[in-house]
């Protein structure tokens, strides 16, 4: 295919993980039938975002992969004729959890899945005490309507992850997403957060030549624990060109299905002017692989300092 239509399914969440599933598959069908080819939903689309508290009750949430979720989505997949990017909040084995991205099909079947590889923890964000740190790598998903390349949302930050999906021959890099402000938070620091998360993902796309689908949730979530004020989750969900060009975008506090279509011949005409990848220099790239530590450290051992005698001796 050399175009692809894509929707993103903004969402606003509900208690009930049932409706919003239900909305989901609702906005798959509606997408299909306004000509999608893929449809993309927000990360862990059919629960609130628990991960605000750390409480072992909400491991009841975790789904094993085939689920019923999948089985949901594939059937969704299946019947609509489209491809689905879902969510799943991913029950592997026992105490092993995992965010998790399913691909699925147009014939429903599983294409791929990718493991959620940087796990944000702090207040609001307690994935750590939730997901283990995915194994999958960054290896883009084939699928008949070309090779996805799909992350979860933290590691929209880390441009290693999006260069591997590069080079790994991804045709479109996608952020399934669950993003807000502080309540606390005035509008200059909104505006900060929001345009550096636009921003780094448009980098993405410039320095690959690819287009960037990113969906994300919108509206208020309490903190059940009553520890903070919870969170706005600011929608703006987006698609880039391959130039990092934003031709669609969301709201910021209400749900909305948005569609666009990507180019995917716009990123041979963006490499052949800007051979990004052709004029890396990977014989010199030896230290990304580093810890921070290493890399910043001095290799040059500090002078030792004179000796009081030979201080005495040039005075």
Known sequence: MNTINIALVQQCMQANPQTNLEVSLAQVQEAAHEGADLVVLCELHTSLYFCQEKSARHFRLAQEIPGPLTRQLSLAARKNHVVIVGSVFEKRARRIYHNTAVVMERDGSLAGTYRKMHIPDGPGYFEKYYFAAGDTGFVPIPT???????MVCWDQWFPEAARLMALGGAEVLIFPTAIG?????????????????QIIQQSHAISNNLPVVCTNRAGHEKDLSGTTLGIDFWGHSFVTDAFGKITIQGPADVAETLHASIDLDETKRCRQVWPYLQDRRIDAYGDISKGSADVLRDPTPAPALPSRESRKTRR
């Open 144 to 150: 008949s309507i070309g090779k996805l390349g799909v």
């Open 181 to 197: 402000w502080d309540p606390e938070d005035d509008d200059e620091e909104k505006q900060r957060q929001i345009r550096a998360w």
